[in-house]
């Protein structure tokens, strides 16, 4: 299914389709978008233009058919010459302009040739559409590469307090030989790998061994993943402070993993990450950055409030058993 983006170009809105992970944009919306008559079949009357199409086509299209282009082209510049985006597709294969139909109908072409397009309306205002492309893209960019920082801090967060409990609480209690109890060190990890995803780091390797030759199973994590880990993180050093047997620990932070990644599914979490500036705040909808977080930060601590209430039940439940 294509994503519909809207630019805003002198205050019309032009839509935008990615298809196929390549950008279209809406050719009939830059027409209304210009005063004077501008058809987008006298555009492909024009020898230049198809010259052009051909040459976007060869790189892009190895299914073009040129002999129906040269076709095409050879009437080009005579008087009588007419080829609508329904014909030029449909004789040549091309890919670079397609018609929709339904809610957000009309002729659309991949940006390459949407640009062009836009100078032949006008320079002026293919270099204010170019802009308007380029700043959405921008907003893109900043998204991701804020998400990526924002998945290096979470996976780091916590990592030094919980194995600074495994260090102090649980290598000293070890059964295993001196220069084999960094082991417990793995242990503790997979607990929380099998608690939040359900297998072990070795398991990912081997059926993932292309990927696990370069990267590890939490960098292909969500962030909501990573904020759960994070979390668990914490929740498993404490427990291990506490002395509580493995397998007690084991279920209550499959319990917290999966109560947070429920509760965390209703909100994204990079939304309450303040950006930039407000206009990278293109999906946060009606709620601010602020009460986002709010939200999420509220949501956080009544089900780690929550667990921890469980937990001491659990733990004086266990005591009284043995007692």
Request: charged fraction near 30%; hydrophobic fraction near 35%.
């Amino acid at each position: 299914m294509s994503k519909h983006i809207k630019l805003i170009v002198q205050d019309h809105e032009i839509s935008m389709l990615n298809i196929n992970k390549s950008d279209y944009i809406c050719l009939t919306d830059m027409i209304k978008a210009n005063d004077g008559d501008f058809f987008i079949s006298d555009w492909l009357r024009n020898r230049n233009t198809l010259e052009y199409l051909a040459a976007w086509e060869s790189l892009n299209n190895p299914n073009f058919n040129y002999g129906e282009f040269a076709i095409i082209k050879e009437g080009a510049g005579l008087n009588t010459f007419k080829v609508s985006v329904k014909e030029w597709c449909g004789k040549t294969n091309a890919i670079g302009i397609t018609a929709t139909t339904g809610r957000y109908g009309g002729t659309y072409a991949h940006k390459d040739i949407a640009f062009n397009f836009g100078m032949w309306i006008s320079p002026v205002f293919q270099l204010y559409i170019v802009t308007e492309y380029q700043r959405l893209k921008d907003i893109e960019a900043n998204h991701y590469n804020l998400e990526w920082d924002v998945r290096r801090i979470l996976s780091k967060a916590n990592y030094s307090i919980h194995t600074d409990a495994v260090q102090k609480f649980i290598i000293p209690k070890s059964t295993l030989p001196l220069d084999k109890r960094g082991i417990e060190y793995a242990n503790e990890a997979e607990i929380l790998n099998l608690a939040l995803y359900g297998y072990t780091s070795k398991e990912w390797k081997e059926a993932n061994p292309t990927l696990a030759k370069t990267k590890n199973m939490r960098d292909f994590s969500s962030i909501n993943e990573l904020l759960v880990m994070s979390n668990l993180e914490v929740m498993n050093a404490e427990m291990i402070k506490l002395n509580t047997e493995k397998k007690i620990r084991f279920t209550l932070l499959h319990k917290m993993a999966k109560e947070h990644m429920e509760q965390l599914s209703k909100v994204d979490i990079i939304k309450s990450v303040r950006k930039k500036d407000e206009t990278t705040y293109v999906n946060a909808k009606e709620k601010t950055g602020e009460e986002l977080e709010g939200e999420s930060k509220k949501s956080i601590l009544e089900i780690n409030k929550e667990n921890l209430l469980k937990f001491k039940k659990d733990k004086e439940s266990n005591s009284k058993n043995i007692d």
